[in-house]
């Protein structure tokens, strides 16, 4: 009880004339109701942050201010959109890839995207067995090119121009054109007119 009393009358001092600031305006009184620790400390850290933001950008002038930012990206789109521009692999000038690198990139895309319809060895599940010497669309590397980049929705293939750049169409091209003749087992049954490459 006397723990209870001793808190009450702590607080009705706290409450009395300590808490008046002694500023008085029209008989207003001002109150004298510091800022919490957690929003002072906060204040702190920002004016520390204002600081070293200054002396890196504006003195020392090791990072790019926000204008200088913006002009570095949009001359890097400018480049980008330009390598776009001149970038014109189509199914009328792709050549076969035959180095590793290249071929085993084309094994990459084909297992992520063309295995499901094709199987593993190309030898033909929904798809088209892509092992025989037998095309529906024609069996050279601008053919091969051209239905992967342009699909065949009629038959469940979908366009792979806006999921693959020309450069990856090319790789898995020069890599299904390698499939000929591998003469897997379990073979799909010929599809379309026989190429003889």
Known sequence: METKEKHDLEKDELTGDDLISGHDYDGIKELNNPMPKWWLWLFYI???????????????????????????????AARELNS??????????????????????GKEIYDKNCLVCHLSKGEGLVGPNLTDEYYIHGGSIGDIFKIIKIGNPSMGMISWKDQLS?????????????????????????????YVR
């Open 46 to 76: 920002t004016i520390v942050f204002a600081i070293v933001y200054f002396v890196r950008y504006h003195v020392m002038h090791t990072g790019a201010l926000q204008d200088e930012e913006y002009e570095n990206e949009m001359a890097e």
């Open 84 to 105: 776009l521009k001149t970038q014109t692999l189509d199914e009328t000038n792709v050549v076969l890839l035959e180095d590793a690198a290249n071929l085993a990139a």
């Open 166 to 194: 020309p450069l990856q169409i090319q790789q898995v091209s020069s890599f299904i054109y390698k499939m000929d003749g591998t003469n897997p087992p379990n073979q799909k049954e010929a599809q379309g007119e026989r």
